[in-house]
T-cell receptor, first 111, second 115 residues
Framework: GESVGLHLPTLSVQEGDNSIINCAYSNSASDYFIWYKQESGKGPQFIIDIRSNMDKRQGQRVTVLLNKTVKHLSLQIAATQPGDSAVYFCAEAGGYQKVTFGTGTKLQVIP | NAGVMQNPRHLVRRRGQEARLRCSPMKGHSHVYWYRQLPEEGLKFMVYLQKENIIDESGMPKERFSAEFPKEGPSILRIQQVVRGDSAAYFC?????????????FGQGTRLTVV
């Protein structure tokens, strides 16, 4: 389940299960959304993006869902693996508006 | 094609000294962004630059901080008279287009420690 840690909410998932990470974005003018993965000591790594004219986009083992009505974004990871353990950030942007990051969710995969 | 290169990876400065952080964008990328990250927190936007121009510096403190992206050479984030509160990881990202149009690639960051 999901719990709130000292700074980052943490999601613990059994290896092989599916993970769902949620994000609420703030600016209704944003039209480009990105999910990043950040491993300890490294920079953010692009996972998948979606534009506001879509509500779903699939990649390899990952799916991003966008609900513009409630300004909600989610990242689904199928068959979660230990290598998926990281902090996941959603980010929003639009036009020349700067990319703004959410607070992040720490995903812990239990072997 | 090398990724975004940041150096140094780790930088230790005494209070009052200057810190210079360098970022070489990916080949062909003319848009550079700087972000700051405290432990267990998200990335906070600082500044967005194109070659020789600052596009958006709304996230950068008005004093002691400056950034540039010259026609030739890396982008530089400069912090003068550092204080303990400047200790953080500073990440640079680059893209081919504006922030709302194209994917941005991040460097590995510079971890600044002020002692």
């Amino acid at each position: 389940g999901e719990s709130v840690g000292l700074h980052l909410p943490t999601l613990s998932v059994q290896e092989g299960d599916n993970s769902i990470i949620n994000c609420a974005y703030s600016n209704s003018a944003s039209d480009y959304f990105i999910w990043y993965k950040q491993e300890s000591g490294k920079g953010p790594q692009f996972i998948i993006d979606i534009r506001s004219n879509m509500d779903k986009r699939q990649g390899q083992r990952v799916t991003v869902l966008l609900n513009k009505t409630v300004k909600h974004l989610s990242l689904q990871i199928a068959a979660t693996q230990p290598g998926d353990s990281a902090v996941y950030f959603c980010a929003e942007a639009g036009g020349y508006q700067k990319v703004t990051f959410g607070t992040g969710t720490k995903l812990q995969v239990i072997p | 094609n090398a990724g975004v290169m940041q150096n140094p990876r780790h930088l230790v400065r005494r209070r009052g000294q200057e810190a210079r952080l360098r970022c070489s964008p990916m080949k062909g990328h003319s848009h550079v962004y700087w972000y700051r990250q405290l432990p267990e927190e998200g990335l906070k936007f600082m500044v967005y630059l194109q070659k020789e121009n600052i596009i958006d510096e709304s996230g950068m403190p008005k004093e002691r901080f400056s950034a540039e992206f010259p026609k030739e050479g890396p982008s530089i984030l400069r912090i003068q008279q550092v204080v303990r509160g400047d200790s953080a990881a500073y990440f640079c990202a680059s893209s081919t287009g504006g922030p709302g149009n194209t994917e941005a690639f991040f460097g590995q960051g510079t971890r600044l420690t002020v002692v």
